[in-house]
């Protein structure tokens, strides 16, 4: 299929973006993007490809403009139930007690994803991903956490497996057994460090290669914060994770500044998340080095707190910058990449084109994949959205919409 | 028509909700309404109206909210082009004076739409409304006010007045020929004010009574702020419309505190808008006035501004609160009064039952319309949304999305 007259086609070539270079956007005008067998085959203007292809069956792009699509590299969509009622309780000025002791809080999310049949999960999971597809996204990253015990979040793992198989929506799945300390272990923290360490992690691995023999083993992922894990612990299931073999990414300064992102880059993970609290040396750190800095706008929007990732620090750093929903139940339910971008011309002060970039191929980066997604380039998928608009610049500058016409991924339109 | 199985039919019965009242729902569980002749017949729960109603043919509403549509007190939706270019310039750290030395501001919508046909003005309006229907807007407040020369503002009139001709969107017009001093009258704002009294206003009142005879005469609007109309010329225009008839309508206190709110007070103006820098004595007038206080809360978002109403002020006053988009291509191109009740939500601190009624029956006061529309209550129109969601809190907690599944406008699904 020959898509032609895009007013911009957004190619995004030439590999993650580091630093300043962010927004280069690669647009040919009058654009046309030749897709074969799920891949991009040809890039160039639809009179160059219409001349070199004139049999390819063509599909008109009406004048509007061709963009990769939307890659989310941090998500916590696999969940059950909602946490509606927690978000009424803090408006009315309930304290954080009194929403624990009403059972809110990750615990509740916890109960409600270990009560959750594969089923359940999957079907809630499922009315999510095609709400974010609709809205662009055709690559998510998903996370466990909300089992919490070692069969649990197998479960939760299993349920992202058989997701990504049915497909259109790709996941690339993260262990992330470390994302609070379970309630039998509220006096214990360290003993739950073991029990990842010791029990989860090889556990994982051992599913994993039975499961899904040859494919890349999962990321792994800490939630190095106060109230979570400190920094000795991030450290110890890192590297215990790191020895068995799997990529890693960290939870890192979201409320307070505990030295995650230092590990991060030291620990060679692909990325650190949320930064916020993260310090001047630390964005040095992360600037050197190929771990991509993950900002979640979405999380300080969710709780109205005034503040947000630097990411004109990292960017002077020449940090290789990306952006993502943090979709979540308790802080941040947001299915929209478009509203990330929004939030980050707002908050992290990025043009449209920047925020395009972060949302594409660095966050294709974030997660491994900028080899196959995340641009539109001869050999990558054919992973591409038709916005219902001619400039670029019409994303981040309108809010609460859906600005995507048609979404296609590995060749196919899905919606 | 009979719907049936709502998990909640929220009908705001009982008329706008003043100060700490606001929020209360009217939640029918296991809802159902009855819908003949385009208005709401009776309400009550599904056991109740389908024995009283045993033959009316069912629509089943599945387990979801049925509540009233949105009402959207407060827009500027008729306007041509878009200002994508001065928000990314904006961004690039450019300075106000060089945004204006490229064309940018107001000024330039000003042109667009001076430059547009009715037709295109229409149509590019028409999209517009079509997508804040499916968002669950069921009526608008529209503004002219990019014309600023009498033929330029009548024609924006007349889009008004076509497009709520055609329907299905319900518009509320408001002539605002002072939403700024036109380039003409640069140094001359006294000038361009006796323009808009002596000549605009009794030529659209001549206008009005040949378009339109016998219908309600538009609201007529100041934009009170510095660097549009002082004081005492906004004072001018509104004695002038009132002596004509007009019923009033004011942006107050948008940057700076000019005193605009105390004067929709004293003279009775249906709403005043905006409301960010209103003092304490201001809000206890509005309090005790029938004056509505409109939050538009999109606006300091699409400008990153810390600022928001004083909402919890105004209702601690007894105000009548009502939120709006502020839909402008200027600093708030939003056109899903869900991102605004999400906003109200976290920068507001309305609970989501005091967001969706400030959203509804008190919005619809704002545009003196509370008989008609803005609750599910026999005898008002019926004007319903579905949602796709069974709680009315997932509203405001979820963002960046769209929850509504169907549209009844005049007891016509219409999406």
Not at 40 to 49: D, H, K, W
Not at 126 to 138: D, V
Request: hydrophobic residues 45%.
């Amino acid at each position: 299929m020959l898509i032609t007259n895009a007013s911009q086609l957004l190619t995004l070539a030439g590999g993650p973006q580091r630093g300043p270079d962010l927004g280069r956007l690669g647009i040919i005008e009058n654009g046309a993007a030749l897709v074969r067998a799920g891949r991009i085959a040809a890039v160039g203007t639809t009179p160059e490809l219409r001349y070199a292809f004139p049999d390819e069956p063509g599909y008109d792009a009406g004048g509007m403009v061709v963009m990769p699509g939307f890659v989310d590299p941090h998500t916590h969509t696999v969940f059950a139930g909602d946490r509606a009622f927690e978000f009424e309780m803090r408006l009315q000025g309930k304290s954080y007690l009194e929403i624990m002791a009403a059972g809110g809080g990750i615990i509740s999310t916890v109960q409600a994803t270990r009560a959750a049949s594969l089923e359940t999960l999957k079907a809630e999971t499922r009315a999510r991903l095609r709400r974010m597809l609709r809205n662009g996204t055709t690559t998510a990253e998903v996370k466990t956490g909300y089992g919490l015990e070692t069969q649990a979040e197998l479960l939760q793992m299993q349920a992202i497996l058989e997701l990504d198989a049915e497909g259109p929506m790709e996941l690339a799945p993260t262990f992330l057994g470390a994302h609070a300390v379970p309630a039998r272990y509220k006096d214990d923290p360290a003993g739950y460090t073991t029990l990842v360490c010791k029990e989860m992690l090889p556990e994982v691995l051992a599913w994993w290669q039975q499961r899904a023999p040859g494919k890349p083993l999962p990321f792994v992922d800490v939630f190095c914060e106060t109230g979570a894990f400190d920094l000795a612990q991030t450290r110890r299931i890192l590297q215990t994770a790191r020895n068995l073999g799997f990529p890693l990414k960290v939870h890192a300064d979201e409320f307070d500044n505990l030295g995650g992102a230092g590990l991060a880059v030291e620990l060679g993970a692909a990325s650190a998340d949320h930064l916020v609290k993260t310090s001047p040396a630390e964005i040095e750190a992360l600037g050197k080095s190929d771990t991509v800095a993950v900002a979640l706008p979405c999380t300080p929007f969710g709780l109205a707190e005034p503040h947000y990732t630097p990411a004109q620090a990292i960017l002077a750093a020449g940090g290789v910058l990306a952006i993502a929903s943090d979709l979540n139940p308790g802080t941040a339910w947001c299915e929209n990449m478009q509203f990330a971008l929004a939030l980050a011309c707002r908050y992290l002060r990025l043009t449209p084109a920047q925020a395009i970039a972060a949302a594409t191929i660095n966050a294709a980066a974030a997660i491994g994949r900028a080899e196959q997604i995340g641009s539109l380039e001869p050999g990558k998928q054919a992973d591409l959205l038709i916005l219902s608009v001619s400039d670029h610049r019409q994303l981040g500058y309108r809010f609460g919409g859906n600005l995507v016409a048609r979404v296609m991924k590995n060749g196919e339109f899905i919606s």
